[in-house]
């Protein structure tokens, strides 16, 4: 049993006119019954709340979005006894945000309590929940708390996965509104081999196959069928430039999001094939581009499992893996972290030569709170804190020069680069895929 606010103010009052009781012998009396009525009461507060009896738990998902709101319901349904009002606090990971720990639970039209709020998981990984607490009151002068769920309940985040085809739809609709749904089919790339037949006037001499000439005695070509599935590679940067959180989420996890949402986009509507490779201190992880359902779960389970490691990420080795495993012009699309151009001159000839036999797209998050330092106004600040004030605007303005530059120099260079805020990642780089993808940019 817990004493509510409300149990101290009454007792206060009660002695207050208990003390005014010496200037008027009634306001004694007064007091002396109100305080046998306020025995009273808690005493029946006290019994009712000792016999109430209440069954229920919460109901999640077993698998939960990053960074998405997922919702969390509790019904509590009495056995025995009665309830006037009640609130729940759930034992939840601190890695799960929340607006508040307690949570007004509401009677239905079945005399049931329920009570349902949003929870945002700021990482991804495999969490174990507490217990369910429910806090209810008769009177409003105890309260006792009731254990719903007494042993822990497990859950996994994985990357934002249940309101993809919404998101691909919303930004689908978004680019036909704003270029038009008459596309021009592309010529597609003849690259399936389908049967030999004889040479025909008009046959590209390039297809001619030599062995099947000199078998037959007549000049003989290779026929092939028109492929039009092409290849996207999502690469990673797992390094500790990408640790660095916006909106409670790292931008490691800022690019999975997107990453996924980019391959669920290209593997369901588009029919390319989709792979992923993440690299840091520690090296690589590549998964193949393939295409199919299959596929899609593999690079969610991989994007799953990537860890955090602390250090440089190692872009020769990603440039040599790259030459090693993707034999197939592809878009590639490079999730880092570049905030200098010391940096991006160190990183350059390693882009510049993926950029040769791909069409590489780097990805580099723009900072809004850094920009609005590089903005702000000192009217009405000290002399000391102006002079400190300007030294960050200053240093503020030239990062935030620096990324525009980064950008100019890596589209000089005949590389792509999206410079984006971290929390619109998602919809800005599968606006850019379909951007490529229309103008068949690999």
């Known amino acids: 049993m817990f004493l509510k606010k409300r149990f101290f103010i009454i007792l206060f009052s009660i002695a207050a006119i208990s003390a005014l009781g010496v200037l008027m012998d009634v306001l004694y009396s007064i007091a002396l019954v109100a305080l046998c009525m306020f025995a009273i009461a808690s005493i029946a507060d006290a019994v009712m709340l000792m016999i109430l009896r209440i069954e229920g738990g919460r109901s999640i998902a077993s698998k939960l979005d990053l960074g998405e709101e997922n919702i969390i319901s509790f019904k509590a349904k009495i056995k025995r006894g009665r309830l006037r009002s009640a609130y729940v606090i759930d034992e939840i990971p601190t890695e799960f945000l929340t607006d508040t720990d307690r949570h007004d639970m509401e009677k239905d039209k079945y005399g049931d309590y329920r009570c349902h709020y949003a929870i945002i998981p700021s990482c991804r ?5 507490g217990r369910t607490l429910v806090f209810a009151s008769f009177l409003g002068l105890l309260e006792r708390r009731i254990v719903l769920a007494d042993s822990g309940e497990e859950v996994d985040v994985y990357p ?5 085809r919404e998101k691909d739809e919303q930004v689908r609709s978004k680019q036909i509104l704003s270029t038009g749904s008459h596309k021009r089919q592309l010529p ?9 037949r004889e040479y025909v006037v008009g046959d590209d001499v390039r297809t001619i196959n030599w062995k099947a000439t000199a078998r037959t005695g007549t000049t003989m070509v290779n026929e092939y069928e028109d492929e039009r599935s092409q290849h996207i590679i999502n690469v990673i940067d797992c390094g500790s430039a ?8 790292s931008l490691q996890d800022h690019a999975i999001n997107a990453s996924l949402l980019v391959s669920y986009s290209a593997l369901e509507k588009e029919s390319d094939c989709v792979g992923v490779c993440s690299y840091g201190p520690k090296g690589f992880n590549f998964l193949p581009a393939r295409a199919g359902k299959v596929q899609f ?10 860890d955090t490691e602390y250090g440089e990420s190692d872009i020769e080795q990603l440039c040599l893996m790259i030459d090693r495993n993707v034999k197939r012009r592809s878009l590639i699309i490079l999730y880092t972290e570049i905030p ?3 940096a991006l001159e160190r990183q350059l000839q390693f882009f510049k030569r993926i950029a040769t036999r791909n069409c590489l797209v780097v990805v580099n998050c723009l900072d809004k709170e850094l920009e609005s330092v590089s903005e702000r106004d000192f009217k009405g600040k000290t002399q000391r804190k102006y002079h ?3 030294v960050e605007r200053t240093l503020a303005k030239d990062m935030v020069n620096q990324k525009q530059l980064i950008a100019d120099t890596l589209q000089q260079n005949g ?3 999206l410079s984006i805020y971290p929390e619109a990642l998602s919809f800005g780089v599968l606006k850019k895929y379909l951007e490529l993808k229309e103008k068949r940019a690999w």
């Open 125 to 129: 990984g495999h969490f174990e929940l």
């Open 160 to 164: 934002a996965f249940t309101r993809l």
């Open 188 to 196: 597609a790339n003849q690259t399936e081999f389908r049967d030999i």
């Open 242 to 249: 990408m640790q660095r959180t916006f909106h409670a989420l």
């Open 297 to 306: 779960k593999s690079i969610m389970q991989q994007l799953y499992a990537l």
């Open 340 to 342: 200098t151009m010391s």
């Open 388 to 390: 400190s004030q300007c």
């Open 415 to 417: 590389i792509y680069c």
